[in-house]
């Protein structure tokens, strides 16, 4: 059948004709569907400032066809559109059954696809799919809101009740959970008020639903998620009866992981004894870890309830006193203070707190640093580069190992070819992908290559990831000969091993050149500056007035690179190529609504602002002005200057300060490693990063962030009330709990450091701030251990306190 004649009509009937051929017919098509499928779908400029694809009718009629021809393993099936769940359904109808959960195991993440899978399910034309992908379809499926009720919608789908109760035990993540798709929905779509209105008709057993909450709930799901269950089985309002008959789930709740799971277990347990029905033993066996668990209040109540049950049955006192000594050595003083009253102790003395100083450094002049610390660890054999290849091919987000992995390939690329093999399937999946990152896809395409795949070259790339292009292109050829490969970790290069290898390549290729550079580390430059007397070749003046020589004639983006290096401070390189670098640059931060939409963000910016070069910077014309950083999610210190660090940590602080979250890109593998690896002092980019840390919810920055922290301290590297100073930038969008108790994680080691940050921010702060009592208690258990004193600017401050709050109390305890 001619294409044309095949691809007309609706995409049902375009289906229609596909199936009445053959398979070999239709194999035969193949080519030529993927050629109309590729043209039709390419991304144009339909009338200026216009875009779009060149043809989506026959784009979809094309990929209609595509589905009923291309095999079932084929990964194109997982990018194509598909019009409708019916032509999916028809689609995997004309299948074998082994193809037709191949093909829905690609497809149940799509809503179409989810829809036509499940509908075969039901009718038994498809083995049951329980996958993630597949309970994240009910969320989709609920978010199409249609203007009917959730709860009618439930009633009316096939077998919806009765999936419900597996879909209720799984905990989902992202938007696919229960507790973040009824956040942002009208009451009537959320799923809570569905199964409260299903549980009154009794179409939803309430009694197992109250159960099945408990269960959820002695999981220790993630906090918001848990959170959701235990709302939902107080809006179920259990009866005294039902209360009673669940006291011992309650209990065993008080163990809980979770705060809020803790808390809940303790007011239901509290409403047991009101009713009088409480089972005092195995509630006060189980009271002592909400007693010395986190949260002032929930402690407080666990203390009143084991004081209660001690003043009705005096033989149970033993029991009591277990709670009241877990609750001595608890975080609130008023909680400890109970726990002192009713055992009528004497606390004992807290150890006093050895005298330490902690200076607030300055970091020395750029000349004057020392970065030659940690020599990078080339793999030398074929086996050790297929290693490094392997797990960069895993996670590209590995720059020191990607400098070591390209150099190391460079040694032996002879001998690669069979230590790579194992890595061909992997690479191909990566290289396959229509729309895969550039750096995964460079180094994808390099290993296919250095296996003896025909492979095209990388696609030609602009800007920071040219000299990344330039030495991938450069192994695929054979004729890598890197003047720019890294000596050190963190991306330096040793500036007299430069000069070696371009007096042994003086010819050496400009993107080389350009990336060594960018690399000079300040260290040996007067040596290295000695040795390049003998240069000779198109750079030699350029690298001299690099490494500190006489200003060169020579322009361009060589140039520019060269005074980069001289001056890697300065705003305007072309302007320190002339000779006048201009004042350092000066930072400053800003947390607070901006923009058009008037989003909360923290902007970390230098002045003055960066000038654009009136020559191509990298390769790449700028058309606005120009910044230094040029990206940092992909081999960020691999691929571009490490002059940018202070760039990088601006950037790295604002991303994470506005996407604080636990999925998406990992920004803090960018800054925060190497001050764990190569500990210096931090410039103010920095010290707003690592403050920034110590308040987000995003576990892996927090935990790479106050590792760093302690670092820096460890040497004396970080000042106090610099990092105090940080926090009050961010002010009032602290979450005053959750910093008191990453502070005092660093107190542990660091008391007397923790209590001048402390003296440095709370002036800073609202008296009315949500929360800040834990950082007033803080600095108040500090100060009584002989961590310091107070400045007298604190003390006044704090002496607008008033009332009986826990803020004013533990103000009161500050000044004292």
Known sequence: MQLNALLTGQPSEVLTRVLALTRAERKALVPELLAAFNDSSEFIEIKPNTYGVRNPLRGQQAATALWAALPASDPLLAKLWIASPTILERVLQDRPLAERKTIALRMIGHQTGWEAVRRMILDGDLDPIRTPDYHAGWFRWAGRFGGKPLAERLRTEPEALTELW??????????????????????????????????????????????????????????????????????????????????????????????????????????????????????????????????????????????????????????????????????????????????????????????????????????????LTIPLDIPDTPAAVAEALSSLLADPDQPDLLLAALDGAHRVADELPDALKPLVKRAARIDGQRYSPAVPKMIATLVLGLTGHDVPHPPKVRGWRRPLHHRITALLQGTATPVSAATHQGGWLDPVVFVSRMLEHPGAAEDDVVDALLRLAPDTRPEALALASELTGPHADSIRYALGGPASRETGWIALAAARARHPESADPAASRRGKPGPPLIWTAKAGPSGRHNLITLDIEPTPEAASPKVPWLGVPFDSPATEWLGFTECHEAVASPYDRDHIEAAVAGSLFFNDTEFGEPVEKAALPPFLDSPSIPGYPGTMLLATTLTLKRSTAVQLGTDAVLTLLDRRMLGPRALGAALGVLGPYLIAPRLASRLSIIANEHPVAVLSTLDTLLPELEHSQRGIFALLELAADLVERGAGTISAETKEWLARFKGSSKAAKAASRLRR
């Open 166 to 371: 597996e879909l209720l035990e799984i905990e989902g993540n992202g938007d696919a959970s229960f507790a973040a798709f009824d956040k942002y929905v009208r009451d009537q779509d959320k799923w809570s008020t569905a199964l409260l209105e299903l549980t009154e008709t009794g179409e939803v057993d309430r009694t197992r639903l109250l159960d099945l909450t408990l269960d959820i709930l002695a999981r220790d799901f993630a906090a918001f998620r848990a959170q959701w269950y235990a709302a939902l089985h107080e809006a179920l309002a259990p009866t005294p009866d039902e209360r009673t008959n669940a006291q011992h789930r309650y209990a065993r709740l008080c163990g809980s992981g979770l705060p809020r799971t803790v808390s809940f277990a303790v007011k239901a347990l509290s409403l047991v004894d009101k009713q009088g029905t409480l089972d005092d033993e195995v509630a006060l066996q189980h009271l002592p870890a909400a007693a010395a668990g986190r949260g002032a209040t929930t402690a407080e109540r666990a203390l009143k309830l084991a004081g209660r049950i001690a003043d009705r049955r005096p033989e149970l006192s033993d029991l009591a006193d277990q709670v009241f000594e877990a609750a001595l050595t608890h975080e609130a003083s008023d909680v400890r203070a109970l726990a002192i009253a009713r055992l009528g102790v004497t606390p004992d003395e807290t150890p006093a707190i050895e005298t330490a100083e902690y200076p607030e450094p300055t970091r020395p002049p750029w000349d004057q640093r020392k970065t």
